[in-house]
């Protein structure tokens, strides 16, 4: 009976000391410092080139950030009000590092011709000359259309982890919306329009026409059968979550005018006539001696000069040759002055004296 206890006892015993050991185990691993998780902004300051004390004035202002943007409005060339919010001088800051160091090395597609180095409105009209028929297509509220869900799902698709997006998400939008007006709404809308880009330049190449597009100007050029692929256009802009501002929509023939981003493309890519006659008419007055006008109203020589530039940007001859001109007339204009020489600056007239000086003894 005694050996019986004494065999039940030890058992008892082995089986508390077990127990005691996964106790401890347990207790060990409970004891160890949880692994910590990523800050924010651990990859969000390097990938900036930052520090985290620039942050500091959107994470304390997190939920009163769309009070920081100042609106005011401007006008279109085509007519009507552009409403433009731009943000403040620290929010802007941030919102130009993001646009330099995460969206610009960002590819995109070779149709796009809007904000992006070594593209302008110039390289927009060329696969356009020449061509039978020109369809100039605008977008419908291009900016303000892109809601804040898309740009969260262009950073994640980015490679930034869901509440990294969430953050370059917020500083980027305005009330859920890009704003037109900060330095970073242009290249995220040309990312958010890349699917779009792709597909209707997939359509214009089976086409054997030409598709460009330069921020909500979409143009499409090539024979006169392009013309039975507007409908299938339209669907593909509906399905890409754009509106086609049917309104604007020009369809315009080889016979007439074709315009592609202000450029005349019949032929060859150049300067409207009329602009040029303006700058004909501002030479005129200038050589008489009058000064110079545009559209009725006196401009500056500086804005008649960036004017010139532009003329020679796109049609380098015609240019030069109104640029040598208006040099010509503004030497002519300006009135000659007697050059003087380091001589006669020094050498001053004696001055007559009216007092008559007494003859020394």
């Known amino acids: 009976m005694h050996k019986k206890l004494f065999e039940d006892l030890q058992k008892k015993g082995v089986a508390a000391a077990k127990l005691f050991e ?22 969000l300051c390097p990938a900036l080139g930052l520090g985290s004390e620039y942050f500091g004035p959107a994470v304390r202002n997190w939920k009163k950030l769309d009070s920081f943007y100042h609106d005011f409005t401007m006008a279109k060339r085509s007519g009507g009000q552009r409403t433009i919010l731009a943000p403040v001088a620290w929010l802007k800051f941030l919102q130009r590092q993001i646009h330099e160091k995460i969206l610009t090395p960002a590819a995109l597609h070779p149709a796009c011709h809007g904000f992006r180095p070594a593209h302008s409105i110039i390289t927009n009209a060329r696969p356009h000359t020449a061509k039978e028929v020109v369809i100039n297509i605008d977008l419908r509220d291009f900016f303000p259309g892109i809601s804040a869900g898309r740009i969260y799902g262009l950073f994640c698709s980015l490679g930034w982890q869901p509440n990294e997006s969430r953050f370059l998400t917020r500083l980027c939008t305005y009330k859920g919306y890009l704003p037109q007006g900060a330095p970073s709404s242009p290249m995220l809308a040309n990312l958010v329009a890349r699917r779009l880009d792709s597909r209707l330049a997939g359509l214009a190449a089976k086409m054997n026409s030409a598709y460009s597009r330069y921020a909500d100007d979409l143009t499409f050029s090539g024979p006169r059968s392009l013309l039975s692929c507007l409908p299938l256009v339209r669907k593909l802009i ?14 315009t023939g080889k016979g007439n005018r074709q315009e592609v981003t202000g450029l005349v493309v019949n032929s060859q890519v150049a300067v409207p006539r ?21 559209n009725g109203t006196k401009c500056t020589l500086d804005s008649l000069r960036g004017r010139m530039a532009f003329l020679e940007s796109v049609q380098p001859t015609v240019g030069a040759q109104m640029r040598e001109a208006m040099a010509l007339c503004l030497a002519k204009s300006l009135p000659e002055k007697p050059l003087k020489t380091d ?16 003859p020394k003894n």
């Not at 347990?26 to 651990?42: D, M, N």
């Not at 040029?276 to 008419?281: D, E, F, T």
């Not at 001589?343 to 009216?354: H, L, V």
């Open 343 to 358: 001589a006669s600056a020094k050498t001053k007239e004696p001055q007559a004296n009216p007092k008559k000086q007494k």
């Open 238 to 251: 509906a399905e890409e979550g754009f509106q086609v501002a049917e309104e604007k929509v020009r369809i």
């Open 274 to 294: 009329r602009t040029r006659r303006k700058l004909r008419a501002a030479l005129h007055h200038l050589r008489n001696g009058k000064p110079a006008t545009w």
């Open 22 to 43: 996964d106790l401890q185990k347990k207790g060990v691993a409970a004891a160890q410092p949880r692994p910590e998780k990523p800050s924010l902004l651990k990859r």
